[in-house]
């Protein structure tokens, strides 16, 4: 079911910005570090250009977590364990669903299971090849996502806390993971020096507030609703359980503090961090451990009965609820399903509507060449993928950019708003706006300041999918040569959204 999705369901805006940066290799971008633009290098060199080449190495990574779930419960606990924990990986809706898209976070999630597990092998035998693999998955960390801070915050903790972790600095293995460890935040520093900087700002500062807000306090129910409630309480008692037997020493020091630091600690930052942004993916890596550890506390404690048949439910329930989210994105890969369903709200839209924008865009230069210019720099990305990367394609400043850390990467490209004011003053430009993609009151501030951006402004076509619900506008126009002031509500671009509504 996951290949099926890899093979149709379009690109979305993010993962459609990282393919762009797979075709710009560099030490890292204003959003990421490069692993993940690397790896969709390496896999549109094999496998084409499509969507098979840009997610078949995500697809391959992600299939192996549960795998590598297997070996962590077989080396902590037993081979029962070990098939359970395999299992019930694949039945937790966020890992089971790993790899569909090319996003950074499963190289993150997996190279950072690979890192416990040499943790653990490393601290119980300390054998160099441990230590070895333990420095590498923590710099592949690093280079997938600046939230390997985290899996590093989990190791200092266990290392100050616990005995047996204090034990691990007297031994030159845990310096020579370290060190190795290290080399993966060279990409990341050549980047930012490069950048002046732009990546630690975005991820560190700009895209959070870092004040508190009250509504962040329904984590643990969107926890227990992406997890599944029955699942997710399970995982709670185990962590709890882990806590408990922590001074017991190995694995439960380990499985106690590799998943109560994510858990705990993402709960505490996401008072205060981002709260605009999806976010409840990022206490996953806090789970895995757990699921090692729940079948061994199912089997080996007394009393459990309840919380055996609660497993047993629960994760018969989440199986369910994934089978029930893969589908619910299959229903925006088939057009005859999508238009069936669009207007209900079922189908989401961000996977939608890519390719007959892409159509128009072609059939439109055709008929009249012009420079072809994106409101904003998801759209651009989207485009530019289904183009193939074979024509110039510039974005206008849409705070969007800024808002999710794009502006200063689309400014190093010269693929903004300024480089193409700079190359092309008073060209003609085909304008794709997608209609959709501000909200509130900033959507009509920024369809009325089109007509300051692009002279002459005259719309051409228009596609509308699912009862508006994503609309996506083309007009013909002139560079501004110079960005004056208008009124946004004699805009025509706003004119023609709001007749539409």
């Known amino acids: 079911m996951k290949l099926l999705l890899v093979l149709t369901v379009q690109p979305f805006g993010d993962e459609a910005f990282y393919w762009e940066e797979s075709r710009h290799l560099a030490w890292g971008y204003s959003d990421l570090p490069p692993l993940t633009a690397w790896l969709i290098r390496v896999g549109e060199s094999v496998a084409g250009h499509g969507l098979l080449g840009m997610r078949w190495p995500s697809l391959l990574l992600g299939s192996a977590l549960p795998w590598l779930l297997v070996l962590f419960a077989r080396r902590a606990f037993d081979a029962r364990a070990g098939w359970q924990a395999g299992l019930l990986c694949l039945c937790l809706p966020l890992a089971g669903s790993l790899g569909v898209l090319a996003l950074p976070d499963v190289p993150l999630t997996v190279a950072g299971l690979a890192a416990m597990y040499a943790l653990l092998r490393a601290m119980d035998e300390d054998q160099w090849r441990y230590w070895l693999l333990l420095g590498v998955a923590l710099a592949c960390c690093w280079m997938s996502h600046y939230r390997a801070a985290m899996y590093m915050l989990a190791g200092l903790l266990l290392m100050l806390l616990m005995p047996r972790g204090r034990m691990q600095w007297r031994?030159?293995?845990f310096w020579l993971a370290m060190f190795i460890a290290a080399l993966g935040l060279v990409p990341l520093l050549i980047s930012n020096w490069q950048q002046h900087g732009a990546g630690v700002a975005f991820q560190v500062i700009e895209r959070n507030p870092w004040r508190f807000?009250?509504?962040?306090?329904?984590?643990?129910?969107?926890q227990a609703v992406t997890c599944t409630p029955l699942l997710y309480a399970c995982l709670l008692w185990a962590a709890w359980q882990c806590w408990r037997r922590r001074r017991e020493g190995s694995p439960w020091d380990v499985l106690a503090w590799l998943s109560l630091t994510f858990i705990v600690v993402y709960f505490v930052a996401g008072l205060f961090a981002d709260n605009e942004r999806f976010r409840v993916h990022w206490p996953l890596p806090g789970y895995l451990p757990l699921l090692v550890a729940l079948p061994a506390l199912l089997h080996r404690s007394t009393g459990v009965r309840v919380w055996r048949v609660m497993a047993v439910w629960g994760a018969a329930f989440a199986l369910l609820v994934q089978v029930v989210g893969?589908?619910?994105l299959l229903l925006a890969a088939y057009?005859?399903?999508?238009?069936?369903?669009?207007?209900?709200?079922?189908v989401p839209t961000a996977f939608v509507g890519w390719r007959e924008s892409a159509e128009i865009a072609r059939q439109q230069l055709a008929t009249q060449p012009a420079l072809l210019v994106a409101d904003n720099f998801m759209m651009a990305a989207e485009l530019d993928f289904q183009f193939d990367g074979r024509r110039e394609i510039y974005s206008l400043d849409n705070p969007l950019n800024v808002k999710y850390g794009r502006a200063p990467q689309m400014a190093i490209w010269a693929m903004d708003e300024t480089a193409l004011r700079s190359k092309y003053p008073g060209a003609s430009v085909l304008l794709v706006v997608d209609e959709n993609a501000a909200r509130g009151r900033d959507r009509e501030a920024w369809l009325g300041s089109l007509c300051a951006r692009i002279d002459n402004l005259q719309p051409v076509q228009r596609l509308s999918l699912f009862e508006g619900r994503k609309s996506i506008a083309f007009y013909r126009g002139?560079?501004?040569?110079?960005?004056?002031?208008?009124?946004?509500?004699?805009c025509v671009a706003w004119k023609a959204y709001a007749s539409n509504l």
């Not at 057009?335 to 079922?346: D, H, M, N, W």
């Not at 002139?478 to 009124?487: G, K, L």
């Open 326 to 328: 893969l589908t619910y």
């Open 478 to 490: 002139e560079i501004a040569r110079v960005m004056h002031t208008s009124d946004a509500r004699d």
């Open 171 to 173: 031994r030159a293995g």
């Open 213 to 222: 807000h009250a509504d962040a306090l329904v984590q643990p129910l969107e």
């Open 335 to 346: 057009p005859g399903s999508a238009q069936a369903f669009g207007a209900t709200r079922i």
